[in-house]
């Protein structure tokens, strides 16, 4: 499939069917600690980069094949999907299967009116809020120019009084960024007039785009949770991938272009079928799609995808 994936294992959402609308790296961020590496495409410019109703013939085939195995469809990409013109359609045609839908925003369009309408009828709505001022807003999002932090902020003030589901705000803390107590009770200023239901703290796991970007101390994060009075979800996700056996190493690498996997959770997968893992690892690092990084004492394996969108 081009645009669906998974169920994947996820760490807020349980077993999550992924939904790709936007092209590899297009967004309007260039975030310090994505873990999809600096934006290829940037651009604050809305439009279908592929046919809706394709995107929607994957999403009912693969609840039809793995409804038992489906906590949420959620929309996220491997960029901003709000970039998406067609997101509300889509949302609410995905929600015709009965399953809870969610989509993990960056939160910069909801200034856009069109944008929070599209967004309003899913069941969990995620943006990302890193940043208590302009100044820290800069340095670790690095938005498009377009995007100015008040209005930023505006929009997402403005989404929580129209939402029909749940808001729950990720915060990402990076080290010497916005981890020190000051920039994390600006943060806490703003969310009393959003009223999320839940706030998540998270940190850079994966290999991020700039390497000097680090995890925060262990009690930073223990601040910040105090202050946001937050869910820490700092650690890896745990649960299995869905795949299929007999096309194992392009299933690995599919997943690898969207969530950079670690060997251990590789091994696992091969295991899970009584495959022999060492043979498909020594295949990944002699593949030149292939990029194998070493972080934090742990062996990603991340794909730069080949899927090219349409105007």
């Known amino acids: 499939m081009k645009y669906v994936y998974g169920p994947v294992p996820s760490r807020r959402l349980n077993r999550s069917l992924g939904v790709s609308p936007i092209p590899s790296k297009t967004c309007n961020y260039s975030c310090v600690y994505c873990q999809l590496g600096r934006t290829d495409h940037f651009t604050n410019e809305r439009k279908d980069f592929f046919d809706p109703q394709e995107i929607l013939k994957e999403i009912f085939q693969s609840v039809e094949e793995n409804r038992s195995r489906i906590d949420y469809i959620t929309f ?11 997101i509300g359609y889509l949302i609410d045609q995905a929600k015709l299967t009965h399953l ?17 309408m599209g967004l309003r009828n899913a069941d969990v709505v995620l943006p990302s809020l890193d940043a208590g001022d302009e100044e820290t807003f800069l340095k670790i999002n690095r938005p498009h120019k377009e995007i100015k932090f008040e209005r930023m902020v505006e929009g997402l003030k403005q989404f929580s009084k129209i939402r029909n589901g749940q808001l729950w705000i990720e915060v990402m803390l990076v080290k010497g960024l916005n981890d020190s107590e000051e920039e994390i009770t600006k943060i806490k200023d703003i969310l009393k007039d959003v009223n999320p239901d839940r706030v998540y703290i998270n940190v850079p796991i994966r290999p991020p785009a700039e390497l000097w970007a680090e995890i925060p101390d262990e009690e930073a994060i223990a601040k910040a949770h105090e202050i946001l009075e937050s869910y820490v979800i700092s650690g890896y996700e745990a649960g299995e991938f869905n795949v299929d056996p007999n096309h194992l190493y392009d299933e690995i690498l599919k997943i690898c272009e969207r969530h950079p996997l670690r060997e251990d959770q590789i091994k696992e997968i091969c295991l899970k079928f009584n495959i022999n893992p060492d043979g498909i690892i020594s295949k990944m690092r002699n593949d030149q799609s292939v990029k194998e ?6 062996r990603f394996f991340v794909v730069k995808p080949k899927m090219e969108g349409k105007a």
Not at 293 to 298: A, D, G, N, Q, S
């Open 100 to 116: 809870p839908v969610a989509i993990i925003t960056n939160g910069a369009l909801l200034y856009d009116e069109g944008v929070r």
């Open 76 to 86: 996220v990409g491997e960029g901003e999907p709000t970039l998406c013109k067609s």
């Open 293 to 298: 990084i070493y972080y934090h004492e742990k």
